[in-house]
């Protein structure tokens, strides 16, 4: 069973080209409709106000944003008219993050992008990534700012120590690696002490083999969150990974995200697609 529906994030980068590209090809194997959702950093028109000649300001700014999004709206219904389940555009007009909350819960699969610190959206890019991670219940397909990823799903690294987020994001990918080559690493953070309900490995094993999935698995040692993070990383570069699959750690604290340091970790250094669910 596919995705019922696709949600991808887009912005004025040009990331968010590459990052289509992808959701256009998974809606399409998936047979589901593609919903394209355009979220930018939005200002307070209150601050240009403190500013000298704030109502010029203002207006060219939000001119320069129209002629963005239309682009975007352009290049999305343009890749977009060959897909036989449809597509729709949506835009963030206000409120932005609440708006991408509230829009992405109704996806099968959100495709995001990575956050670029050299990128044009600022800081509402990193909010927008985390908040999908963790508050909007759907699986997420973390695209890198860099590189390019026509297809994702072949060869797959799968992360597992036996918790609930690891076996949802197992459960999330299985139709993107049906068929597939994957290799799990079982590599438990030593900070935490294995759970008297964690799930054996095997287990996992199983409902991959159940799908056609070719499987193989390693046991890595304990270490840090910043050593599994980079274990991991390094394992999928070793088996020649097109995606990673890992559960998406973290919590709220004082009305902030907080992401897990393995979570963190992979969202800043990582080199292939990485699907994350919380």
């Known amino acids: 069973m596919g995705y019922s529906s696709i949600l991808v994030q887009l912005d004025g ?6 990052r289509l590209a992808l959701a256009s090809q998974l ?12 979220a930018g950093f939005i200002p307070d028109p209150a601050w240009f106000y403190l500013m000298e000649n ?7 700014d939000m001119q320069r944003r129209r002629l963005v999004r239309e682009r975007v709206r352009q290049a999305f219904c343009e890749s977009t008219q060959q897909l036989s389940a449809g597509a729709e555009w949506r835009a963030a007009e206000h409120d932005t993050l609440s708006t991408v909350l509230r829009e992405s819960r109704e996806a099968g699969l959100i495709v995001a ?5 050299n990128g044009t959206e600022g800081p509402v ?10 508050e909007s219940g759907r699986p997420v397909l973390v695209v890198p700012c860099a590189g390019s990823f026509s297809a994702t799903g ?8 036996g918790s609930r987020e690891a076996a949802r994001a197992l459960h999330d990918a299985l139709p993107l690696i049906a068929g597939a080559q994957a290799r799990i690493l079982s590599a438990p953070t030593a900070a935490k002490e294995m759970r008297p309900d964690a799930t054996p490995v095997g287990h996992a094993a199983r409902v991959l083999e159940q799908q056609g999935v070719t499987v193989g698995v390693e046991h890595g040692p304990g270490g840090s ?7 991991l ?10 995606l990673i699959v890992m559960g998406a750690y973290g919590h709220g604290r004082m009305r902030e995200l907080v992401l897990g340091g393995v979570t963190r970790t992979l969202l800043a250094s990582m080199t292939v697609p990485v699907l994350f669910s919380h």
Do not use: H
């Open 13 to 18: 980068s040009k990331a968010s080209d590459q």
């Open 27 to 38: 809606a399409q194997s998936n047979m589901c409709p593609l919903i394209g959702l355009f």
């Open 54 to 60: 704030a109502r010029q300001f203002v207006e060219d």
């Open 113 to 117: 992008g990575q956050y670029d610190e």
């Open 125 to 134: 890019a990193r909010q927008i990534l985390e908040a999908l991670l963790l």
């Open 154 to 161: 072949a060869r797959v690294m799968i992360a597992w120590n």
């Open 225 to 231: 969150d910043l050593t599994i993070g980079e274990l």
């Open 233 to 242: 990383l390094s394992r999928a570069a070793d088996f020649d990974a097109d």
